[in-house]
């Protein structure tokens, strides 16, 4: 099946920095990325989805200036979490779907970034 | 939104069939039923994917009843390997971008034991 990956698989950073995480689709083009952030023992829940070439399209309570979300080629997007304050720590994860391949009803994930900020 | 209802939990053994219900009533017509597995510490992963009646890959089978209104995700002679999170998901069938394709809701925990 296709591949998505993500990188970093963790990030420790210090309060106020900001923290970049990229998200591949390494054998596909994906015009649309999804981005989920699951905290422990919860669900995933998806921030917003990134399309390419335009704005990304956030869900209701997700703050764009705090998550910024950059999908400038058809197999990268990236999840930029500015000023990072310690209840930004989750689990950040990234999806995208192969429309044209054969298995295009399938969502593809990363294997996610754990994002601790101190 | 069409909602999804799963158990929290099941516990199993070793070599048992094991089935996990999804309620979802308020399904329409052009929605699909999947299910994704997902292991601590990592991305989900499609598992299967049906619109009625019987679906049946290398792993699982899924079973949809006339109404719909309802599936259920058989794993064969689960291992502990089979051990994770298991989510049912209800949406048109390659997610147009709609945020009811992409809705995951609680889950099943799913443990194996030896």
């Known amino acids: 099946g296709a591949v998505v990956s993500q990188h970093p698989s963790w990030v420790i950073c210090k309060s106020g920095t900001s923290v970049k995480i990229e998200c591949r689709s390494l054998?596909?083009?994906?015009?649309?990325m999804f981005w989920y952030r699951q905290f422990p023992k919860q669900s995933l829940m998806l921030m917003a989805t990134?399309?390419?070439?335009?704005?990304?399209?956030?869900e209701q309570g997700v703050e764009k200036d705090k998550f910024l979300i950059n999908h400038a080629s058809l197999t990268l997007s990236t999840l930029t979490v500015t000023s990072a304050h310690p209840e930004d720590s989750s689990f950040y994860i990234c999806s995208a779907r192969d429309l044209w391949g054969a298995e295009a009803e399938k969502l593809f994930f990363g294997s996610g970034t754990q994002l601790s900020v101190l | 939104l069409a909602k999804t209802t799963q158990p929290i939990s099941m516990d199993s053994y070793e070599g048992q069939e094991v089935n996990i219900t999804c309620s979802h009533n308020n399904i329409a017509t052009n929605d699909y039923i999947t299910w994704y597995q997902q292991f601590p510490s990592q991305g989900p992963r499609f598992i299967i994917q049906g619109y009625k009646t019987k679906v049946t890959n290398e792993v699982a089978s899924l079973f949809i009843p006339a109404d719909r209104k309802s599936s259920t995700l058989s794993l064969p002679r689960v291992s502990l390997s089979d051990t994770a999170v298991y989510y049912c998901l209800v949406g048109d069938r390659f997610g147009s971008g709609s945020a009811r394709q992409l809705t995951f809701g609680s889950g099943t925990q799913l443990t194996v034991l030896p």
């Open positions: 054998d596909f083009q994906a015009t649309t």
């Open positions: 990134s399309n390419e070439g335009s704005k990304a399209t956030y």
